[in-house]
């Protein structure tokens, strides 16, 4: 079974910080590429940072030397640490392997991040 639940979201002021914390059920996580998603309102879901070890990661453009993706393989977890935050990074915020966002499968409920002054 694939289960994801994120948490960590909230409302904060431009130029915060938050960490997002995704806790993974199942025994694909190990051997599974990670990512964050995010889906702002009225906009298509979109990839912020992909994790397959901590030597190989990659993010989006506009999330470059903000964000920072980490996984820990014996608690199941992958983290985004979220700086220097922006209104347009408002989204609610979802985590996914690779091949489940990939056939549009296994979606958590998400945690929303608004940032507003």
């Known amino acids: 079974q694939v289960q994801f639940v994120e948490s960590g979201g909230g409302l904060v002021h431009p130029g915060e910080s938050l960490r997002l914390s995704c806790a993974a059920s199942?025994?694909?996580?190990?051997?599974?590429?990670m990512g964050w998603y995010r889906q702002a309102p009225g906009q298509q879901r979109e990839l912020v940072a992909i994790?397959?070890?901590?030597?190989?990661?990659n993010y989006t453009d506009s999330v470059k030397g903000r964000f920072i993706i980490s996984r820990d393989n014996a608690k199941n977890t992958v983290t985004l640490i979220m700086n220097r935050l922006k209104p347009e990074d408002t989204a609610v915020y979802y985590c996914?392997?690779?091949?489940?966002?990939?056939?549009?499968?296994?979606w958590g409920q998400g945690t929303r991040v608004t940032v507003s002054s």
């Open positions: 199942g025994r694909f996580f190990s051997i599974s590429t």
């Open positions: 994790i397959r070890s901590e030597s190989n990661k």
């Open positions: 996914n392997t690779d091949w489940g966002a990939r056939d549009n499968k296994y």
